[in-house]
Nanobody, 120 residues
Framework: QVQLVESGGGLVQAGDSLRLSCTAT????????LGWVRQQPGKEREFVAI????????AYGDSVKGRFTISRDNAKNTVYLQMNSLKPEDTAVYYC?????????????WGQGTQVTVSS
């Protein structure tokens, strides 16, 4: 089981940038994809982004395309989410997720989440 720990959330103003980090710990040397899912107040969970083991395969949710960038550093067992041009509607709890294959909906491991709040 892969354990995930997020960090980097906080309170920012609209138009600002924020960078989230997630460190993964695994009992094996298996390859896996890492991604981000968010849940806004009063709404269902929403897919944000996912990145494959090599970093070559990447997918984004429609609402964040062009503004968010996902990347990973396997030497540090860490995935990042660079969020630019933040909007109030980006306010949500952001969860780091893991899967042995690329998927927008099916995940094997979840982090505890980190709060991102964007003010007007």
């Amino acid at each position: 089981q892969v354990q995930l720990v997020e960090s980097g959330g906080g309170l920012v103003q609209a138009g600002d940038s924020l960078r989230l980090s997630c460190t993964a710990t695994s009992p094996t040397f298996s390859s896996y994809a890492l991604g981000w899912v968010r849940q806004q107040p009063g709404k269902e969970r929403e897919f944000v982004a996912i990145i494959g083991w090599s970093g070559n395969n990447i997918a984004y949710g429609d609402s964040v395309k062009g503004r968010f960038t996902i990347s990973r550093d396997n030497a540090k067992n860490t995935v990042y989410l660079q969020m630019n041009s933040l909007k109030p509607e980006d306010t949500a709890v952001y969860y780091c997720v893991e899967n042995p294959y690329l998927s927008r909906t099916d995940f094997r491991s979840w982090g505890q989440g980190t709060q991102v709040t964007v003010s007007s």
